[in-house]
């Protein structure tokens, strides 16, 4: 089992920054690599940016390259997501997860989920 907990979402103003947090526990071991997601209201979880858990490569949606960077700390078993240039159409739900496969970064399947963390977007 692994868990994994977001944080630092919140409500911040159109071209603001924001930097998320997804704390890992448990059986890592397995863990190939993270990824982000996330959810509008009334719309599919969506594919945000991925990176490896050992080598650091890392994948990004087209509608957040350039302004969103994703990072981790193995040492501290935590995956971050700076989000800089923020506009009103990135406030959703976002969640952290854990999957095996690089292959599956972008589609699934993902191991483990997170609960999420909103973050909103004023225009």
């Known amino acids: 089992q692994v868990q994994l907990v977001e944080s630092g979402g919140g409500l911040v103003q159109a071209g603001g920054s924001l930097l998320l947090s997804c704390a890992a526990s448990?059986?890592?071991?397995?863990?190939?690599?993270m990824g982000w997601f996330r959810q509008a209201p009334g719309k599919e979880r969506e594919f945000v940016a991925a990176?490896?858990?050992?080598?650091?490569?890392?994948r990004y949606a087209d509608s957040v390259k350039g302004r969103f960077t994703i990072s981790r700390d193995n040492a501290k078993n935590t995956m971050y997501l700076q989000m800089n240039s923020l506009k009103p159409e990135d406030t959703a739900v976002y969640y952290c997860?854990?999957?095996?496969?690089?292959?599956?970064?972008?589609?699934?399947?993902?191991?483990?989920w997170g609960q999420g963390t909103q973050v909103t977007v004023s225009s």
């Open positions: 448990g059986r890592t071991v397995s863990t190939y690599a």
């Open positions: 990176i490896t858990w050992r080598g650091g490569g890392t």
């Open positions: 997860g854990t999957t095996s496969s690089w292959g599956a970064v972008v589609t699934g399947p993902y191991d483990y």
